[in-house]
């Protein structure tokens, strides 16, 4: 089956743009994570969801940063008027229930550049 | 913040040796979880260690937490240029959320030269 599909891969926004980052878990996933990883670093969590409800936003790094999950399904974090500081890659990822028995699934991310 | 400390940061061997990456930290956590990250990919689960003094062993990747749970490693025997990417470690916090709401180790960077 199909893993965490993540678009766009690729995003290069001027200082001040808004980007919107997309998410597709896995289908059926309860629970849905969005973490920021710096060039050389491990990734660092922003927040989660479970089905429809975000549970945990501690992660978001300023009030620019938003992210939703209306249906339950596909997510998407949007970034306001984005920062240089804002420059890394944007994993997602899903797992079935919330557990530690229920692994998580991450997908490839999309890169952002802010120039 | 309850860090985790992995070390080395950067591990470059020739095929066939063996090595070791260590993560540990100055709080005892529940569970801990080693990932692997190659270029352009999200990070693979690998394995979960939940019990302290447990080994685990995963073809050519051995796994143990500490028996006061407070750190872990990662041996790799006979290493292969197909192991080269990032190693992760990784907890859930501590009376946190969820048990996805991880805290990852800034990771080692191993590359294996044929």
């Known amino acids: 089956g199909a893993g965490v599909s993540q678009s766009p891969r690729y995003k290069v926004a001027k200082r001040g743009q808004d980007v919107a980052l997309r998410c597709d878990p896995i289908s059926g996933h309860v629970s849905l994570f969005w973490y920021q990883q710096a060039l050389g670093q491990g990734p660092e969590f922003l927040t989660y969801?479970?089905?429809?409800?975000?549970?945990?936003k501690s992660g978001l790094p300023s009030d620019r940063f938003f992210a939703e999950r209306p249906e339950g399904s596909v997510s998407t974090l949007k970034i306001q008027r984005t920062q240089q500081e804002d420059s890394a890659v944007y994993l997602c990822?899903?797992?079935?229930?919330?557990?530690?028995?229920?692994?998580?699934?991450f997908g490839n991310g999309t890169r952002l550049t802010v120039t | 913040t309850q860090l985790l400390e992995q070390s080395p940061q950067f591990l470059s061997i020739q095929e066939g040796e063996n090595l070791t990456v260590y993560c540990n930290s100055s709080?005892?956590?529940?569970?801990l979880q080693w990932y692997r990250q190659e270029p352009g990919e999200g990070p693979v689960l690998l394995v979960t260690?939940?019990?302290?003094?447990e080994v685990k062993k995963l073809k050519r990747l051995t796994f143990q937490f500490g028996d006061a749970r407070k750190d872990s490693s990662l041996h790799i025997t006979a290493a292969q240029p197909g192991d080269t990417g990032l190693y992760l470690c990784?907890?859930?916090?501590?009376?946190?959320?969820?048990?996805?709401?991880?805290?990852f180790g800034q990771g080692t960077i191993l590359t294996v030269h044929p």
């Open positions: 990822a899903s797992s079935l229930t919330d557990s530690v028995n229920s692994p998580l699934h």
């Open positions: 260690v939940v019990t302290g003094g």
């Open positions: 969801f479970q089905n429809e409800a975000q549970l945990d």
């Open positions: 709080s005892v956590f529940s569970s």
């Open positions: 990784a907890r859930a916090d501590a009376g946190g959320t969820s048990y996805g709401k991880l805290t």
